[in-house]
């Protein structure tokens, strides 16, 4: 959805706090980026703005029309959110990961309760429950369920390695239901990628991890590019199944969060990111329920609040002119 007050300091500052909630989304397997976007209301306008990099953009680019440039990429939204997003990563890898690490069941409830309110608020962008609409929920869910089911893979990522990871990781964050992050698990390159960025802000990255995060976000930026304008086109022409496919994902994504899990007897001495988690039943829990319910029911209601308010700022004629404009 496209804000009202769009190139005011004001705007700046909200795009910059979108960013920076994305980016600290993006930085924990389980929870999407994307689906914190739709939350926060500027998914639509994030879509669209990513997909005008093309050859309009290009042409304007090549002419040095910088002014109908920046307008047609939507470029001020882009630059606020953008900042948002790396001060984010670079500045909260260290604390979730401490948390993660330290205090697993208590930030597991806490995305939980993220995603069970996001998927509410999917569910009410579906505005008619067709046959089709229940298929593409069932089979989201399914492969949602799927993906978070694998097993991460191992092993010293190459160059070639981390620039498809990042084409792959940066289609999953993009999409609510599917955790970047966890895609880079599963890659085995989350824990390689992250201490890179966690040694950014401490001057301690060597040529050669620089070069490393050079090939990853190159990765991500072309990914980014072409996957965005397939997305705006499913939005734009089937957006009941795209999003009901997109809820599937998010509901099958919830085993992943779920907040009672513990390291397997044989990974629990490991380091974090060697650790196996199986899930335990509520019966075999040892520790209060209460906190966690606490918590999860507290991040869903903080969601659903701040979707209340994100709603009286948008108008869905923008929306649509917004998604439409250089169809």
């Not at 930030?107 to 993220?114: D, E, I, K, Q, S």
């Not at 498809?164 to 609510?176: H, K, Q």
């Not at 659903?304 to 004629?317: D, K, Q, S």
Request: net charge neutral; glycine share 10%; proline share 4%.
């Amino acid at each position: 959805m496209i804000p009202r007050n769009p190139g005011t300091i004001a705007g700046d500052l909200l795009n910059f706090a979108r960013g920076f909630c994305m980016g600290a989304a993006d930085s924990v397997p389980g929870v999407s980026g994307g689906t914190v976007a739709l939350i926060l209301g500027h998914y639509h306008q994030l879509v669209a703005a990513i997909s005008h990099f093309d050859r309009e953009a290009l042409s304007l680019a090549l002419a040095g029309k910088w002014r109908r440039l920046a307008e047609h990429i939507d470029l001020r939204f882009l630059i606020a959110l953008g900042l948002g997003v790396g001060i984010a990563i670079v500045s909260l890898a260290s604390l979730l990961h401490w948390l993660l690490e330290n205090r697993l069941p208590g930030t597991l409830a806490v995305f939980m309760g993220l995603i069970v309110a996001s998927i509410w608020i999917v569910a009410r962008q579906i505005q008619r429950w067709s046959a089709t609409a229940w298929v593409a929920v069932l089979l989201g869910t399914a492969v949602g369920y799927l993906i978070s089911s694998l097993s991460p893979l191992a092993g010293e990522p190459g160059l070639l390695y981390l620039f498809f990871s990042g084409v792959i990781a940066i289609t999953a964050m993009i999409l609510p239901g599917i955790s970047g992050s966890f895609v880079l698990v599963l890659l085995g390159v989350y824990h390689h990628v992250i201490g890179l960025v966690k040694a950014l802000p401490r001057g301690e990255l060597t040529l050669e991890g620089l070069i490393q995060i050079i090939v990853f976000a190159s990765g991500c930026a072309i990914g980014l590019a072409a996957f965005s304008r397939v997305l705006r086109w499913l939005l734009e022409h089937y957006q009941n199944v795209t999003f009901a496919c997109l809820l599937g994902l998010m509901i099958g994504s919830l085993k992943r969060v779920w907040p009672l899990q513990q390291p397997t007897a044989e990974t629990a001495a490991e380091k974090f990111s060697h650790r196996v988690f199986e899930l335990v039943p509520i019966s075999e829990w040892a520790q209060p329920l209460w906190p966690l319910l606490l918590l999860g029911i507290g991040a869903a209601s903080f969601v659903l609040a701040a979707e209340a308010i994100a709603v009286r700022m948008y108008t869905p004629r923008d929306v649509d002119a917004k998604l439409n404009e250089g169809a």
